[in-house]
Structure formats: C-alpha cells, structure tokens
C-alpha cells in the first residue's frame, strides 16, 4: 500500500471534521488549512520515525524517494528479498501505527 493510499484510507475520512473545528478555533480559512495540514503530516511523520531503522530505511528510500528495488539494493547492499521483506513489515507497521493513532483520536 503506497503512502498516498495509507493516507486516503485513514486520514482522509476526518479530513472535513478536522477543517471544520480548525476553522472554528482560529476563525480563519488560510490558517484552518495550515493548522490540519500541519497535523496530518505530523501523525504521518511520527509513525515513519517510530519504526525500527532497518524498516525505515527501506520505507523512505522506496515511497518517499521512490527508489526501484534494485536501486535500494545498491543503496544499502542488501539482498532484494531483504528488502522486499523489510518494506513489506514496513508499511504493516506503519498501517498499524496509523490506525492505532485512529483510534486513539476517537
């Protein structure tokens, strides 16, 4: 699942309610869409720097620098299969980061 389709899925539902109570605490349009923003990307952010380094590294260098696997490969000398595992432990750990921090928003 790409960081874009985490995102979508977990966050994007609350996007409107989280706008709407911003707006309301600052009684400004620009400031509202600054504020939930900032927010969003610090769930997000928090969750990719809760992993375990080895995951991490292979996470950002695939969804955020969008790197191929074998370009990775070069990158960190490991084998692709370690890092087609890594990735994929990876994005299930950041899945269930995201959704633990659902949960707890209510």
Same mark, same amino acid.
């Given at each position: 699942?790409?960081?874009? $389709? ?26 509202? $869409?600054?504020?939930?923003? $900032? ?68």
């Amino acid at each position: 699942m790409s960081r874009r $389709e985490i995102f979508e899925e977990i966050m994007l539902p609350h996007l409107d309610a989280a706008h709407n109570l911003a707006r309301w605490l600052t009684r400004n349009d620009q400031d509202a $869409e600054d504020l939930v923003q $900032e927010a969003y990307l610090s769930v997000l952010q928090g969750c990719i720097e809760a992993l375990p380094t080895e995951f991490r590294e292979v996470l950002v260098l695939r969804e955020l620098e969008e790197m191929s696997y074998r370009e990775i490969t070069a990158v960190t000398g490991l084998a692709i299969g370690t890092v087609m595992s890594r990735l994929s432990r990876a994005r299930k750990r950041l899945e269930e980061c995201a959704a633990r921090r659902k949960e707890a928003a209510g």
